[in-house]
């Protein structure tokens, strides 16, 4: 049932991949770069968090065509167990992300 989801997290992982390594690229930014990579970044980590909440609208889907009674409930609770880690992981990549921003304003010279 929760196949769509795992699916989803390996591409969230590869693009969160390529999107580090643009942060890592050039060690100092100006302001402007900055402002636009955290706008990016705040893009990215919404759209995240639409998939996991997509990805839970299915899973819940599956878990209601399936399943009955308790099973039905304990898959629904999984689904949304499962759609909060995913959102949580989404703001820890988004924090670091701008972490990694501001470090690299700060060496700037304005």
Do not use: W
């Amino acid at each position: 049932m929760f196949k769509k989801l795992s699916l989803a997290s390996v591409f969230a992982t590869a693009a969160l991949g390529l999107c580090s390594t643009a942060f890592a690229a050039d060690p100092t930014l100006t302001k402007d770069e900055a402002k636009d990579l955290k706008t990016q970044s705040e893009a990215v980590y919404k759209a995240r968090k639409n998939v996991a909440e997509a990805n839970e609208d299915l899973n819940k889907g599956d878990c209601k065509t399936a399943l009955e009674g308790s099973a039905k409930r304990a898959c629904n609770k999984g689904a949304r167990a499962l759609s909060k880690s995913d959102k949580a992981a989404a703001k820890v990549v988004h924090e670091k992300e701008e972490q990694q921003i501001k470090d690299a304003t700060k060496d700037t010279p304005k």
